[in-house]
């Protein structure tokens, strides 16, 4: 399956976890889960690494696609220092995998976010 991301029709949501943890997800119009983030004490700490989400989604030496134990495939966003700022559900192929890769350089910082921890 190829993803196909229309700018007006996926958003991220910032949510807190049960232990009062702020993480993010980037999702579709379907409310489907595209991109997973790392979770954070302060709210302000996941709007940051949202921007740099966007940013280091233009540059494609930033991605890593790896191959679980599963078989599944995945993809990992890093910064420029290798940290991991945000994870990929599996994939079936590592076609699949690259294939989303392109669909994610067209964030941009008009891509909607929605806050639900309010």
């Known amino acids: 399956m190829i993803h196909t991301i229309n700018k007006e029709k996926f958003y991220f949501e910032i949510n807190k976890n049960e232990d009062d943890f ?46 679980g134990p599963n078989e599944a495939w995945s993809i990992w966003l890093n910064t420029k220092n290798g940290l991991v700022l945000a994870i990929c559900p599996s994939f079936r192929t590592e076609k699949e995998a690259k294939n989303f890769i392109e669909d994610l350089k067209s964030l941009s910082l008009k891509t909607p976010v929605i806050d639900k921890t309010k």
């Open 22 to 67: 702020f993480y993010f997800q980037l999702k579709d119009e379907k409310s489907k889960i595209l991109l997973k983030s790392l979770i954070y004490t302060h709210k302000t700490d996941c709007q940051k690494w949202i921007k740099s989400v966007i940013r280091n989604s233009k540059n494609e030496e930033r991605f890593e696609v790896v191959q």
